[in-house]
């Protein structure tokens, strides 16, 4: 659901700076948006504060903030999102992800709340916003719950990813994408689960819906699913890295996920993405494909070093 919202002159407040968080934030600021960002560790670039939301005080300066600026949105992109970490903390990532959702819930302000296909169970593929959340591990669980506080307002939207891709930038988790390449790169073996299966998105269609979503004068609401256009295993996905990259798919050994770091992660961790026509600029929007992504992420290895991307 969308209704007109026109705030053009009042900044987007961006809580997050990993991989999505900070390329809304370069996609916003290059087309001439106001934007702020909160960061946990300082970064020398306008428009960023710090802010340790893990902390009370920290939680206080996001209300603080969203007081003065009174953004015309607020997009909630931060962490922790380590699902493995998070397997073991789950309380710690309940105090952040809720937290700050519960703040900004009570400001009125349009939130727009980055959640995660983990919200649902994964015995099936390609579920859709109508589908209930169910969540099987505590990230599902978190975010879930962070899901109600901003729904239960007449402003929010939470916005489901799946797995996103891209090159991470310093002090950034690298993405399962990053990984797969830069052992294609080496030559190096690589062992990638066959049975977990998902919907990869690109950063960069991720930020791209997202902008477009808070420049467009309306306020989104309800609940949307944002993926790629192809399901497959992580397996498959590692192979088709080595591929475009030149290395030999050989090196690609397949495993099973409960023998892996992702032995916590749905089965099925995938999504149906929604239709972005309603939203001015995207309607002739599609997502990548996993080759197209990988390419770009190629070319941008090409065309600066690697701590550049």
């Known amino acids: ?19 999505i968080g900070s390329s809304l934030h370069s996609r916003l600021f290059a087309s ?3 934007v702020v960002c909160v960061t946990r560790r300082p970064i020398r670039l306008p428009g960023h504060r710090t802010h340790d939301l893990a902390d009370e005080n920290g939680r206080s300066a996001l209300r603080g903030l ?3 600026l009174r953004p015309r949105c607020v997009v909630l992109a931060h962490g ?25 819930a009570a400001s009125n302000v349009p939130a727009i709340l980055v959640s995660t296909d983990n919200v649902f169970s994964g015995e099936r593929g390609r579920y859709a916003p109508a589908d209930q959340p169910k969540p099987g591990n505590a990230y599902g669980r978190v975010k879930a719950r962070a899901e ?25 988790r690298n993405t399962f994408a990053e990984r797969c390449l830069t052992a294609a790169f080496e030559n190096r073996p690589l062992l990638a689960p066959s049975d977990q ?16 979503m808070c420049t467009s004068g309306r306020v989104f609401t309800g609940v949307r699913h944002l993926a790629g256009p192809l399901e497959l295993s992580r397996y498959e996905f590692a192979k088709t ?14 495993c099973r996920r409960r023998d892996t770091e992702w032995a916590s992660r749905p089965k099925f961790s995938s999504l149906a993405c929604g239709d972005f026509a309603d939203v001015p600029g995207l309607a002739d929007w599609r997502p990548m494909t996993p080759q197209d992504g990988l390419r770009v992420m190629l070319d941008e290895r090409r065309a600066a070093p690697m701590e550049d991307t």
């Open 197 to 212: 299966i998902f919907t990869p998105v690109h950063t960069r269609d991720v930020s791209s819906v997202i902008a477009a």
């Open 32 to 34: 001439g948006c106001p």
């Open 241 to 254: 890295a080595y591929r475009l990259a030149g290395a030999d798919i050989g090196l690609v050994h397949r």
């Open 80 to 104: 922790p999102s380590d699902v493995t970490w998070i397997e073991q903390h789950e309380e710690q990532a309940t105090r952040v992800h809720c937290e700050v959702a519960r703040i900004v």
């Open 1 to 19: 659901m969308a209704v007109n919202h026109e705030r053009s002159s009042d900044p987007v407040l961006v809580v997050g700076h990993g991989v």
């Open 148 to 172: 109600q506080l901003i729904l239960a307002t007449a402003n929010g939207l939470a916005l489901r990813v799946s797995l996103i891709y891209a090159w991470a930038k310093s002090g950034q």
């Open 66 to 68: 969203l007081h003065d």
